[in-house]
């Protein structure tokens, strides 16, 4: 099975791609962050965010619908999370689906959480697609995560592809004998392509522990070198900083 | 005093199931041996005890004078490198770079002198421009060469190689073994490609339910072949 397609917009060359990891991973966290503090109803400043994240989508010549296919999924998950607001947040009925009523706070408050939502996840959604996951976790060394952090999820990483390399190998299989016929059946299929392929993958753990032992591995992995940052990007990463807590101080300080 | 020196070694597996009984052999410095024997005969077994990672239930193997135990077996791991049968199991970081110089730098080297040997090693193998893939960005032949390269990278005495022609199509393998005659390390490669197994190695040891049943020239071997339907080492496809 072939993975280019999910890093195919971490090569192109850009100056978001051009930054170093840690200075991406921190410029989202900003974004997030300048997001979710400000004030409910500061729509002017949440429109100023958005525009940096297109501006920021825009330098890393991100296709829009690259973005928004990416963003669709989480954006779900926000939108059934947040969906209560509507209706319990107290304030005048401005709407009514059947015996429930939509109050105009309820209203305010759920655009504004889709709002900051759209912020996050469109920041996200660039850091992801501008940075392969080698260069992530690059980064999170470079900000002083715990080394048995980053290399679970670095062993994670690889584990993720083979297993599923071989659920689709299992699944063809099956469907080669002609499985799945029916809802039922489909069911349970997937039932047991799941169990088969978490043996397998527990198998696998058991081989590549062993790998690792017979090279040296004595339970504390070592990485290598992290990219040095450069002045240029520290301030390029301070002027975003500034930008975004100027404007949620801004917010916050309106009468 | 021989590289490698195993015996009267037997293992038994956790679960009560035999996998080496009574195994004897020698392998000399520079020595070029193949294990053969059908499946489960034992042959990964018999290499995972030269690199310590199995500790035998009676008898004992010695790398380089050192017998292989707990006290020992970062010595031995260093000496003997063992690339195993199935590459994604040796190739588990995200880049090819980090998977290659996971050795060295278990080793004590330091991070940029462990990245300059994984550049150099993969050079050699005309890998560096993938240095900074992922494994399930490389073709099967070089997901091969690189499993090697990590084992490489740290300049072991004795490369222990686990069928290492096992699903590469014709030109990889030609490569692979073209790679492997130019090296001087001592070889011990355990496969079921006889023709492989002539074009690296004059000795040819062979395994059958876990004992040893021949230790030959492999040209002796190859050309018997009564002893190869006996062990299932070739077989007739007429009935």
Redesign the interface.
Known sequence: MSFHHLDQYATISSPVTRAVPAVRVLGTATLACGAALLPLGAWVPLLVLFAVVVLVGGLARLPLTAVLARMSGPAVFVLLASAGLLFLVPGEPVARLGPVAVSDAGFERFTFVLGRAVVALGAAVILVSTTTFPQLLQAFRQLRMPNVVTTALALAYRLVYLLVDEMERLQRAAKSRNAGAGRATRRRLLVSVTAAGLSRAFARGERTHRAMLARGYRGEAESLDATRWELRQSLMLGTMVLFVASIVVLAHARP | MALLEIRDLSFVYPDGTPALEGITLTVERGERVSLLGPTGSGKSTLL?HL?G?LSASEGYAVVDGQVVDDGSV?AV??KV??V?Q?P????????L??DV???P???GVP??E??ELAQRTLDELGLLSAQ?R????LSGGERRLAALA??LV?RPEVLALDEPTGDLDARSRAQLIRLLRKRDETLVVATHDLEAAHALCGRGIVLHGGSLVADRPLDAILNDSEFLERYALAASLDA
């Open positions: 995972q690199n990672l970062r791991r260093r490198g063992l195993f199935d994604n199991d040796q190739l588990f970081l995200p880049t770079l980090e110089a996971f050795g730098l278990n080793d991070a940029h462990a990245a900074r992922a494994a399930h960005h990590t084992v740290s």
